[in-house]
């Protein structure tokens, strides 16, 4: 199986990469299957029901309007972020969806009676995975024209019922130059052939574009990530969702700025820029699956503060940050999870944190024992940890979780610096570890808000 770094870092749409996301693309993948099949036309109903965690915290995390949006044709990394709500808010008030209505000459309009047709199951899950729903299309007459199942697995990914009982991502049979799917895999690779960890993925990344391609657009993710960082730290106010939690980034920079130095305040820095982008996220904002929405401020706080606070930063080491951090990802994506609803936060915070420690290793010029080692820093610090958000929201303790991981994942970097990438736990050990503490964590406690801060903080 082979995994693409841009499958990994994808440009999307807050608030949640597995609830808003994933619920898009795939209400996506079912018109464009009505489509296919020809029985568009004849569609005179649609009904989706939402499972598990989906079911669960969906409307804290966007899920219905995802899920409209993308009944509709949009896709999470096109669709307008300044007009969705407003898109949204039209079929509510018409009580009409224009099913693939981007396409031009495919749109196709009918009744949709939110309450009744869009259901979300608080306490019933599906059998493969916590974040299930279903899609039905019926004719005027009422005959089912079409029943799909599908699963949005974490960071985006979707798979459809066939794949169940196989891997989590569709297979990609794709033939790699240096192919692993273990950490010890990669540094023997990497010691085979002396190449460091971010060009091992580069040399992999090209079965699939060139090296032209793949560095454009590993910088267009990167513009992605700076321009969100940007628009957190200016925008002021309420976030949306009823918790009324007041943005914080903008105000904190302002304040920074005023007591000089940034160097001196590096660490405060990182917590911002970390921060600003998960503000973003919760207001449905563009940002950058990396690799999920609820950990989306880890890489790019990290990335900002390699080219802010580290001498000699260019754009080379950005892609080369993306391709080391990419590397890591892959494999917990292949050996664990980075589903919050299937093994808590240690899944999205923890392997964002673990990916952004081992890529600032790689362009702090270590060798791969020392990214593999801050890698494993950067998960071993964070196993455990839940996914608990008070109110259903990506909002507490997301926003500030982030911001923590952050400096953690530049703490753990500097740590594996310092020594010569020899350790006692490996990150294979590590990532096998988050996935047994997944599978012995409590339900409540992965993506439900129905434990933890969820229900020990009053909303209000």
């Known amino acids: 199986m082979a995994i693409s770094v841009f499958d990994l870092f994808s440009i999307g749409i807050g608030p949640s990469s ?3 996301v994933g619920p898009m693309r795939a209400a996506r993948m079912f018109v464009t299957r009505l489509k296919k099949d020809g029985v568009l036309a004849e ?7 939402l499972f598990g965690s989906l079911g669960a915290t969906g409307h804290g995390h966007g899920t219905p309007k995802a899920v409209l949006l993308g009944l509709e044709g949009h896709s999470p990394r096109s669709v307008n ?3 969705a709500d407003a898109e949204v808010e039209r079929i509510r008030q018409s009580g009409r969806l224009r099913l693939l209505g981007t396409e031009i000459g495919n749109a196709h309009e009918i009744a949709f009676d939110e309450p009744n047709q869009l259901i979300l199951h608080r306490r019933r899950s599906l059998p493969y995975h916590a974040n299930g729903m279903t899609l039905f299309a019926y004719d005027a007459s009422g005959t089912p024209l079409l029943e799909k199942t599908y699963y949005s ?4 990914f979707v798979v459809d019922e066939d794949a169940v009982g196989e891997d989590r991502i569709k297979l990609d049979d794709t033939v790699l130059k240096y ?3 273990s950490g010890d895999e990669m540094l023997r690779l990497a010691n085979e052939t002396g190449l460091s960890i971010s060009s091992l993925m580069l040399e992999n990344e090209k079965a699939w574009r060139t090296e032209e391609e793949i560095r454009e657009g590993l910088l267009e993710i990167w513009r992605v990530m700076q321009s969100c960082v940007a628009r957190g730290m200016s925008r002021e106010g309420i976030l949306p969702g009823g918790l009324r939690v007041k943005r914080r980034a903008a105000s904190t920079a302002r304040q920074l700025r005023t007591e000089g130095d940034a160097m001196m305040h590096r660490s405060e820095w990182t917590t911002i820029y970390a921060m600003a982008v998960n503000e973003e996220n919760a207001a449905g904002g563009r940002v950058v699956t990396a690799p999920t929405n609820g950990a989306a401020g880890v890489l790019p706080a990290v990335l900002h503060y390699y080219t802010n606070f580290v001498p000699g930063a260019d754009e080379d080491g950005v892609v080369r940050f993306l391709l080391a951090a990419g590397a890591i990802g892959m494999l917990f994506k292949e050996n664990a999870s980075i589903s919050g609803a299937e093994v808590g936060c240690q899944g999205e915070v923890g392997s964002a944190c673990s990916m952004a420690a081992g890529a600032l290793a790689e362009v702090l010029g270590g060798t791969p024992e020392q990214v593999e080692n801050a890698a494993e820093i950067g998960m071993e610090h964070n196993l455990g940890l839940t996914c608990d958000p008070v109110g259903g929201l990506v909002q507490i303790p997301c926003i500030e979780r982030n911001g923590m991981a952050a400096v953690k994942a530049v703490t753990a970097a500097k740590m594996a610096m310092r020594g010569d990438g020899s ?10 570890t988050m996935k ?14 129905r434990g933890g801060l969820a229900v020990n903080v009053i909303e209000c």
Not at 423 to 430: A, Q, R, T, Y
Not at 437 to 446: C, F, N, P
């Open 43 to 49: 569609t005179a109903s649609v009904r989706a029901e």
């Open 153 to 156: 697995v974490g960071g985006g």
């Open 179 to 181: 192919p692993f799917r």
């Open 423 to 432: 350790h006692k736990v490996s990150l294979d050990k590590v990532i096998k």
């Open 436 to 449: 047994e503490t997944g599978a012995d964590m409590k339900v409540k406690y992965k993506e439900t808000a």
């Open 81 to 83: 972020v300044e007009t």
């Open 18 to 20: 597995s609830h808003t």
